[in-house]
């Protein structure tokens, strides 16, 4: 049956698991009865060039060329028939279906070895003496990186496991360079792209194809594919979108990028495909595109329809992974870091809780854009519906919500929604470090089975947030960070180096503090990235209140996002790079906690003027006004065994009400004087969560007090009733 939609993801972005830019599409394209198709060339490719037939395929090429290579690449060709023999055990390890071969992997005598092996780090160090499965992975995935650099040496050198011809794209202000490859002959891994393109394009037989740009990785493949279907199926018009589009070609008016493909949309997906396919089948004019750029009388034209409004977030469907080979994705361990192992171990259904930023105010971030700028939550019982559709059609119950600040009131609904439902997943989000989540909301965040989480905490000085105007501090950061450690959720931190005016001292201020989170143990994961200066951002569009300067103030004509900068007053930020990860990669497995901060650094850096134990005090301050009256309170444990029990001491005698918890490791017991403990009985069956009204914090005091009882508030935050957060008596 032919498709009037084909949705492609060009190579590379991951290998665990498929970006979901076309699975939301093809969700939205299903409300509309428009069938669609969609591709996700980048895993194509990869388990056609790692097979048994790709690698005797791919070293008979090279053997054809006869030309010099390097002494790592000689080893791997020597090697080839132990590749050859291995490639396909080792990927179908990686897939999930070989588990037990991981115990040869980590002999270290299976698989060849040639110069990523180098690098590896200590394997005890960095998975501890029961981790062989993930020792396998990170082992496989050097195998694979080996030959991913043997295949950028001889064959390719774009070549990239998530990311392809990524220096062509690159801040690219004019389409020069790009457009000088595109008139090369295929490289070989263009050639494999191709083919199976054209096996696709040959089935699908589409009126339309739309082509996701997430990364600038994907670009130049996105363009190979629209320049191979312009030139051989020349009645197909051909659209692209994505996050690179939205923020790099927002200023387009190169006319050769119009010689690969016929239209760019910019932001939400739906409203502009919807409109682009009507347009295709004739059913509307061009004056009603929506946000879509296109060539009209030779010139570079944006074609924006007002009248044409956006969906919300409630009608654009639950996204359809239908297509995918769900089954061959590859979970890879490249970087010893927690944080990243989740986004590229195992595979993720991907969610959005809430379209755009509710915060919206990070001076580095693109709020001028909508996808940053149009917040619109999505209720926490549609989120839940799309959830079980997606958990019957893929059979994955682990989620990643891929939101730029996930609403910490949301994440309370949607946890409870979970809990109500019983729905047996594992998910994780990026939030903001606000005071909002406190102890016992982190508690049900973890028992809706939310498992990480990540945030910015951005420069760790409280100047510089403020310049960011990130609405935190450090302090708060650390006091956020222990609630969801101690719930048991990882942890990790986005940080960043080189914001407008920072000086070496706070650079290093910042480390100190990033330290002393890692030894608190309120810290397992984090990333050094260094400031970029985005044209859509508010120090972007208006440098000089932040004390930098634009190199030019050309626009070009092709990619316009990242601005090169000056900082005249700030440190050389470049030279602190080296020593800020170095520092961090051991932090994160607790060691050289201890080393003086300067031993990092090959240059002479100042002093953190930082307290030794700020962090620590930090945690120990108190956070005023977060229980409120209006406080909802909700018990997830299991009903206690009551009774009456009678103890003596001395010869006298008294009652007290026994309450006893069954938890999941072990029996939990309270005792509390008889009434107390008959009204508390009484009060958790009124709480479970598993009913439909849910009573307010006071509520509870004034049934405590109606049943004649006195100074709820000393009962209530006494350690007896005070404890039972541990199973499950939250106040939110």
Known sequence: MSKTVYLITPPFTQLNTPYPATAYLKGFLNTKGITSFQSDLGIEVTLALFSKAGLTHLFAHIANQAAAVSENSARIIALQEDYINTVDAVIAFLQGKNPTIAHLIVKRDYLPEASRFAQLDDLAWAFGSMGNQDKAKHLATMYLEDLSDLIMECVDSHFGFSRYAEKLSRSANSFDELHQALQQPFTYV??????????????????LVCISVPFPGNLYAAFRCGQWI??????????????????????????????????????????PVENLIRFVQGSIAEAELKRTFLLKD???????????????????GTPDYGDFPLDDYISAIEVVNPMHSLWSDGRWNKLTMAHGCYWGKCTFCDISLDYIKIYEPIAASMLCDRMETIIAQTGQTGFHFVDEAAPPALMRALALEIIKRKLNVSWWTNIRFEKSF????????????????????????????????????????????????EAGIMVHAYLMYGFPTQTAQETIDSLEMVRQMFAAGILQSAYWHQFTMTAHSPVGMDPAKFNVQKESEQTGTFANNDIMHLDPTGADHESFSYGLKKSLLNFMHGACLDYPLNKWFEFKVPKT???????????????????????????????PAFEVVTKSKKGSTWEMASLTFQGKREPFNIKVDPPQGSWLAGMLRELDIKNVKTFTLQEVKESYEAAGLDDFELFWDNKPVNTLHKIGLLKL
């Open 190 to 207: 263009d050639e494999l792209l191709i083919a199976l393109l054209k096996a696709r394009m040959a089935t699908v037989q589409p009126e």
């Open 230 to 271: 312009k030139q051989n199926y020349p009645s197909v018009k051909i659209a692209m979108g994505g996050g690179f589009p939205n923020t790099e070609l927002r200023s387009l008016s190169d006319t050769r990028v119009f010689d690969y493909i016929d239209f760019i949309t910019l932001d939400d997906g739906e409203a």
């Open 298 to 316: 030779g010139v570079v034209t944006y074609i924006n329809n007002a009248s044409c409004h956006d969906y919300k977030q409630s009608q654009v």
């Open 438 to 485: 406190t102890r016992d909301l982190c508690l049900l965040l973890k028992a809706s089975g939310c498992i990480a989480v990540s945030g910015g905490l951005e420069v760790a000085s409280d100047r510089l947030l403020g310049l960011i105007q990130k609405g935190i501090t450090v302090a708060q950061v650390a006091r956020v960070n222990r609630h969801f450690s």
């Open 609 to 639: 003027s930082v307290s030794p134990d700020f962090i620590t005090n930090a945690l120990f301050e108190e956070e005023a006004g977060t229980i409120k009256p209006t406080s909802k309170v909700v018990f997830l444990g299991k009903q």
